[in-house]
């Protein structure tokens, strides 16, 4: 099984609402990543997870908060968003964090609208 | 920095012809490098992969060769179909503050008319 799930599919937020993305996979992969994709763009890398760990933020502001409950779940918290972080939101993992030889695999991804 | 440039799209062809996708990089090292497809409203796929030079990555018909001499890593198919219409990116693994990270092309759209 080389599946990563994520929901919601798709969802719709305000300004003030908290909302949650989750991620999920059974691989036994130790490394977790959360990438936001613009439209006609390449996906940016915002956080790695290593081990349940949080291991790389890139500069990601704070009103996006990660969280990784267990091995196999990582969250993205959603809270006072801007329109322009309307975005696909794609989670990906891997066996480790630490190889060149690590494929990633990505999950479907939310496509986020911020109204 | 390491880095990854894909031919501009759209690629637009007819069904059954022939495809190449470029794709060069810049890199330090030796990376290895990917080729990931996404289709409509649908997260990336792997496609395939390749880890030191002169390794061919296949999958699909789809095949890539690492070529270091020239740090490319072209996307090949000899007979495209309809079902091939996706937009498709080229990546290197690279390490950065002790963890891996990909770098992304751009991304290459590929039109593929019956």
């Not at chain 1, 990660?66 to 801007?82: I, T, V, Y």
Request: charged residues 20%; glycine residues 6%.
């Amino acid at each position: 099984d080389t599946e990563v799930t994520q929901t919601p599919k798709h969802l719709v937020m305000g300004m003030t609402n908290k909302k949650s993305l989750k991620c999920e996979q059974h691989m036994g992969h130790r490394a977790m990543y959360w990438y936001k994709q613009k439209a006609k763009k390449p996906p940016e890398l915002m956080f790695v997870y290593s081990y349940e760990k949080l291991s790389i933020n890139e500069s990601v502001p704070s009103r996006f908060s990660p969280e990784c409950p267990n091995s196999s779940l990582l969250n993205l918290h959603l809270h006072a968003l801007q329109p322009e972080d309307s975005a696909l939101y794609l989670c990906a993992s891997s066996q480790d964090s630490s190889g060149v030889l690590n494929e990633q695999y990505f999950g479907p991804g939310t496509r986020l609208t911020v109204t | 920095g390491n880095s990854v440039t894909q031919m501009e799209g759209p690629v637009t062809l007819s069904e059954e012809a022939f495809l190449t996708i470029n794709c060069t990089y810049t890199a330090t090292g030796y990376p290895s490098l990917f080729w990931y497809v996404q289709y409509p409203g649908e997260g990336l796929q792997l496609l395939l992969k390749a880890t030191k030079a002169d390794d061919k990555g296949s999958n699909k018909g789809f095949e890539a060769t690492y070529r270091k001499e020239t740090t490319s890593f072209h996307l090949e198919k000899g007979s495209v179909q309809v079902s091939d219409s996706a937009v498709y990116f080229c990546a290197l693994s690279d390490i950065t503050r002790g963890f891996q990270k990909l770098v992304f092309g751009t991304g290459t759209r590929l039109l593929v008319s019956p």
